[in-house]
């Protein structure tokens, strides 16, 4: 299974919206290039804020790094959600693992031209470690966590394989 230098943002990101898409992510059941939903992210962040760059960590990969240590992260979704901020806050956590700095991260919302910034504070920190501890709680397990409502589904990528039954 993975360690906890091999958790990213995508772990994290699942960890908050779905445990068992957690689960299922991290045993390498990928359906993400199935989803209309996915490639509307995809195109959202390939055509906004085409002059950044991402920054490669290895298990995580964030949108941008500007000059004042803020992360960026281009979001497809119309307002912020714990997912997105848990998934920034824990690319600040990686860059100061390795000795960046990161002020925190500010996510940017295209689609509503809003964008929300959040400090990385010492707070922020401990919880970036516990969603790892977490993380690797929910992967660990022999079996797959429940299923959310139906509702909690609409636009995932493992609607499919979660509700084929």
Same mark, same amino acid.
């Given at each position: ?58 298990? @995580? ?7 004042? !240590?803020? +992360?960026? %992260? &281009?979001? #497809? ?18 860059l100061h693992a390795i000795g960046i700095a ?21 707070? @922020? ?7 790892? !501890?977490? +993380?690797? %709680? &929910?992967? #660990? ?25």
């Amino acid at each position: 299974m993975i360690g906890a230098e091999d958790v990213g943002g995508v772990h994290v990101k699942y960890l908050y919206h779905c445990r068992r898409q957690l689960w299922l992510y991290a045993r390498g059941i990928r359906p993400e290039h199935l989803s209309a939903t996915v490639q509307l992210g995809e195109a959202v962040h390939e055509t906004s804020y085409t002059r950044s760059s991402p920054i490669d960590l290895g298990a @995580a990969q964030l949108d941008h790094l500007d000059g004042a !240590a803020w +992360v960026h %992260e &281009v979001k #497809s979704s119309a307002k912020p959600s714990r997912a997105d901020e848990a998934q920034a806050m824990h690319y600040c956590y990686r860059l100061h693992a390795i000795g960046i700095a990161a002020q925190g991260g500010i996510l940017h919302y295209p689609k509503t031209r809003r964008t929300k910034r959040l400090p990385y504070t010492p707070q @922020a920190a401990e919880q970036a470690e516990a969603d790892i !501890a977490e +993380v690797l %709680e &929910v992967v #660990s397990a022999t079996t797959s966590p429940p299923l959310l409502a139906r509702s909690g589904c609409r636009g995932c990528s493992y609607t499919d394989y979660c509700w084929n039954e």
